[in-house]
């Protein structure tokens, strides 16, 4: 519980429809404040999250990580870097339907 409250201090968690082929997440900083925006659509949505939602520590240590990649793809500033994340998000996303739904 401490731990959740101390990151939403630094970030902010949402969920939308992008479609079951788009990437598991995307974010984009909103003042200092990372938002976190969880594909709903995803297999990983409903698997992580939505069947955990009464775990707190794991839905915790999901949005810790997921906080964590998200971050670090928003301090890449330069192009090359910046395509480089999106590739790895949108080739992790692909990893993970591909084991959730076989």
């Known amino acids: 519980e401490r731990a959740q409250k101390a990151l939403a201090d630094h970030a902010r968690f949402e969920a939308k429809q ?3 082929y788009a990437p598991f ?3 984009y900083l909103e003042g200092r404040r990372v938002v976190v925006i969880y594909n709903a659509d995803h297999p990983a949505y409903q698997r ?3 069947d955990n939602r009464d775990n707190r520590g794991q839905i ?3 949005d810790f990580l997921v906080w964590s990649l998200v971050a670090a793809e928003l301090r890449n ?12 998000r ?4 692909f ?3 591909q084991l959730l739904t076989t």
């Open 48 to 50: 992580l999250i939505l």
């Open 77 to 88: 500033v330069d192009d090359n870097s910046a395509r480089y994340m999106e590739a790895m």
């Open 90 to 93: 949108e080739d992790a996303g």
């Open 25 to 27: 997440y995307e974010g």
């Open 60 to 62: 915790a240590a999901i």
């Open 18 to 20: 992008m479609g079951p």
């Open 95 to 97: 990893n993970l339907r």
